[in-house]
């Protein structure tokens, strides 16, 4: 399975590993199908790091709900690492505490290993990675400009258009 995250900047195109971790990959999508994400705020962003985003309905940067309505387990899969450019990731709050927030990566972050659920990758959308990461940001991460997901579109086969 496979979503097109639209941002402000352009398109990512992101493959979800729905059979290695089905309970990520079930809230993600749900929301996803939800339109929670739409108009979801990039609000934190580390240029060589990640940018995270994914905090629904509210509207503040705080907010992390899963499908559920209350936290639910990480799915660490030992094969599954934060080992490139444009890995998805769940943000959260220590173990056992993620909700819809999540992060992608500019590079490598090994040290999130055992840490945060890897629920997919960018397959499209490089250059758009690279416009994000050079977005200015002020001395918290915060991006100086407003910046997030507009909207989602799903499809069902990852390599679909």
């Known amino acids: 399975m496979s979503v097109t995250l639209h941002t402000d900047l352009g398109d990512l195109k992101v493959e979800v590993f729905c059979e290695s971790v089905p309970k990520t990959a079930e809230n993600f999508l749900a929301l996803c199908a939800s339109s929670a994400y739409d108009a979801s705020p990039i609000h934190r962003l580390v240029p060589a790091f990640m940018f995270q985003t994914g905090s629904p309905g509210s509207g503040s940067t705080k907010t992390s709900t899963s499908i559920w309505y ?32 999540f992060f992608v990566c500019f590079a490598p972050a090994p040290h999130l290993d055992g840490k945060n659920t890897v629920f997919g990758r960018v397959l499209d959308g490089e250059d758009v990675l690279a416009k994000l990461e050079a977005v200015e940001v002020d001395g918290k991460g915060r991006p100086k400009q407003k910046i997030g997901i507009k909207n989602v579109t799903m499809h069902a086969n990852p390599l679909a258009g």
């Not at 936290?71 to 220590?94: Q, T, Y």
């Open 70 to 101: 209350e936290p639910f387990e990480d799915e660490i899969r030992p094969s599954l690492r934060h080992n490139a450019r444009g890995i998805v990731s769940m943000a959260n709050k220590g173990l056992m505490s993620n909700g819809s927030q």
